[in-house]
């Protein structure tokens, strides 16, 4: 059970993490969760490319160290990256040092790709416990989601996928894409038409 958006009463309950970028402008942020891995990553790239959006990969630690040449891929095309664990850890059921190490684990992966820019957290499934979240945001900026595509999910049929997509964008969202095996389906289907349909509407797909 998921919602495909999260919504203000939420925003307002974690006040501590970033849901969306409200502005005026035409900007969407599109957010990829659990790569980088090679059936996925690099058509995510191309498909990017073809509209010149620019995307924040929230990667897997232990995907990068398994496919580091498909990490500098993301890395060498501007976009930006951030921290999702090294084992895809759920923080409700992992005690507190079992998942900093995990987070910092990951992060050895990321340093170099990430010299200059703030660290980016987003928890998987969206779930940390609360002093997980306090212990984490003294060094990072935790990233959650105002649109959740539903790509993982196998029963969504793709046409729904895309449609509930792009009924929840508005100006400022950050939305949630995976790179990963599970999603491929929907989000072969979805992303194209998605980056088409905003395209011609005149948004543009930045990182922050
Ligand atoms: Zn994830």
């Known amino acids: 059970m998921y919602l495909h958006f999260t919504n203000h009463f939420i925003h307002k309950l974690f006040p501590h993490y970033v849901w969306r970028l409200p502005t005026a402008e035409k900007v969407i942020y599109l957010t990829f969760d659990d790569g980088p891995i090679p059936e996925v990553t690099p058509w995510v790239l191309t498909e990017l490319e073809k509209y ?3 995307a924040t990969f929230f990667c897997v630690g232990d995907n990068v160290r398994k496919h580091p040449s498909i990490f500098e891929q993301v890395v060498a095309a501007g976009h930006s990256i951030g921290n999702h ?4 850890l759920n923080g409700w059921k992992t005690i507190d040092n079992i998942y900093l190490e995990n987070v910092k684990r990951c992060q050895n992966y990321l340093d170099e790709s990430q010299k200059n820019a ?12 609360s002093s997980q979240s306090a212990l984490l945001r003294k060094e990072y900026e ?5 649109v ?5 999910d196998q029963s969504l049929k793709a046409e729904v996928c895309l449609q509930k997509t792009i009924r ?12 990963s095996q599970k999603a ?21 797909f930045k990182v922050w």
């Open 85 to 88: 664990t090294f084992n895809h």
């Open 52 to 54: 010149n959006a620019k």
């Open 142 to 146: 935790i990233i959650m989601w105002d």
């Open 118 to 129: 703030k660290k980016l957290f987003r928890p998987p499934h969206g779930r940390l416990s």
């Open 168 to 179: 929840y964008t508005q100006k400022g969202s950050i939305v949630v894409f995976h790179d």
């Open 148 to 152: 959740l595509s539903g790509d993982f």
């Open 184 to 204: 491929k389906k929907n989000l072969y289907f979805t992303l194209p038409r998605y980056l088409d349909h905003f395209s011609k509407q005149g948004f543009c």
